[in-house]
């Protein structure tokens, strides 16, 4: 699984990683989910949000757990689950949630017009853009 790797040099050799902790909950999380039949390009961009911080890469890990557990082979449940959690989220969240979500179902995701994130959102918002197309090239 040497295109397991791929990704993860990619983004670090585009300097994608905010910190040790953000590199290290993406590897670890690559690590364990890279060979399941449910991963993807789309999951492993949402990987990369997900490992932004500790609480968020919590809530990905619980929800892979379940997935490998319940042997699921898409990530239709996933959908399911991330569009009930979005439901509840404002502001910056809400988006990140759906920029989330877009990934999961392979779409390309864009703001709507108007709409204006906070800057601390707004740099999660373009850096995962950054990262979603270099994971497609690799």
């Not at 989330?100 to 601390?120: I, M, Q, W």
Request: with cysteine; charged share 25%.
């Amino acid at each position: 699984m040497k295109w397991k790797n791929d990704y993860l040099t990619a983004l670090d050799e585009a300097g994608l990683f905010e910190n040790t902790g953000h590199r290290t909950r993406f590897k670890e999380l690559m690590d364990c989910y890279a060979g399941f039949p449910f991963f993807s390009k789309g999951l492993c961009k949402c990987i990369y949000l997900s490992a932004w911080d500790d609480e968020h890469f919590a809530i990905m890990l619980e929800t892979l757990n379940e997935m490998t557990l319940g042997q699921e082979k898409n990530t239709g449940e996933m959908l399911d689950k991330g569009d009930s959690i979005a439901t509840t989220q404002t502001g910056g969240e809400y988006y990140i949630y759906q920029m989330s979500l877009a990934f999961l179902a392979e779409k390309p995701f864009r703001l709507e017009e108007g709409v204006t994130l906070d800057p601390e959102h707004q740099y999660i918002y373009d850096r995962a853009t950054i990262a979603s197309q270099i994971i497609d090239q690799v």
